[in-house]
């Protein structure tokens, strides 16, 4: 069946770092790709998505580009900011809409 | 606007007992789904609900669990006989539409439901 792969954490970088967040999937057909966030203490919210090949996302700063070729969904931010500590989840849709996530990196930023 | 509400937000129950958990959609979100996020599995997907219909409950682990949902709005999820790796917290989405989509969906704060 579908699946997300995503990088294991914790990871911890200093403000203003550069962050990547490796995430791959697999499906047999053509899902669309999310990433969300869990800030601490607070619900999943959506943080970008994209619905087709070579798409890019982006909100806040964060980009990922839809690659089907390499079946990834990287996500990205030049310089991470505190505020940026969260769970971060990759996910996919499937045929209902209904979401399959990776199991979440960590991310920690000291300033 | 109201975002989707859950309750209770807590939920502690001797093992063995049933236990119903509510959530309340954003209203007009046609779709609804509920997850369960745990520290052995992550966030693991349950059951889906286009307006009162179920089209896709292959995520319920077992025939203990089973959902409902009525008026095409408030959502039930109940567990019978529970166990304890029912523990975990348990997430509710809406979305405006359903299907291969690329609708957002928006959860709810979760009900953390503990089995002693």
């Known amino acids: 069946g579908d699946s997300v792969t995503q990088m294991e954490g914790p990871v911890t970088l200093s403000e203003e770092a550069f962050l990547t967040i490796n995430c791959t999937y697999t499906?047999?057909?053509?899902?669309?790709l999310f990433w969300y966030v869990q800030y601490p203490g607070e619900g999943l919210q959506l943080l970008l998505k994209?619905?087709?090949?070579?798409d890019k996302g982006s909100n806040k700063g964060f980009e990922a580009t839809y690659r089907k070729e390499t079946t990834s969904f990287h996500l990205e931010k030049g310089s991470v900011q505190v505020s940026d500590s969260a769970v971060y989840f990759c996910?996919?849709?499937?045929?209902?809409?209904?979401?399959?996530f990776g199991k979440g990196t960590t991310l920690s930023v000291s300033s | 606007g109201a975002g989707v509400s859950q309750s209770p937000s807590n939920k502690v129950t001797e093992k063995g007992k049933d236990v119903e958990l509510r959530c309340d959609p954003i209203s007009g979100h046609t779709a609804l789904y509920w997850y369960r996020q745990s520290l052995g599995q992550g966030l693991e997907f349950l059951i889906y609900?286009?307006?009162?219909?179920?089209?896709?409950k292959s995520g319920l682990p077992s025939d203990r669990f089973s959902a409902e949902r009525t008026g095409g709005s408030v959502s039930t999820l109940t567990i019978q006989r529970t166990q304890q790796e029912d523990s975990a917290v348990y997430l509710c989405?809406?979305?405006?539409?359903?299907?291969?989509?690329?609708?957002?969906?928006?959860f709810g704060p979760g009900t953390r439901l503990t089995v002693t």
């Open positions: 994209a619905t087709k090949a070579d």
């Open positions: 989405a809406s979305s405006s539409g359903g299907g291969q989509n690329t609708y957002e969906q928006y």
């Open positions: 996910a996919l849709s499937d045929f209902n809409g209904a979401l399959i």
């Open positions: 609900f286009q307006g009162n219909s179920a089209p896709d």
């Open positions: 499906a047999t057909g053509y899902p669309s």
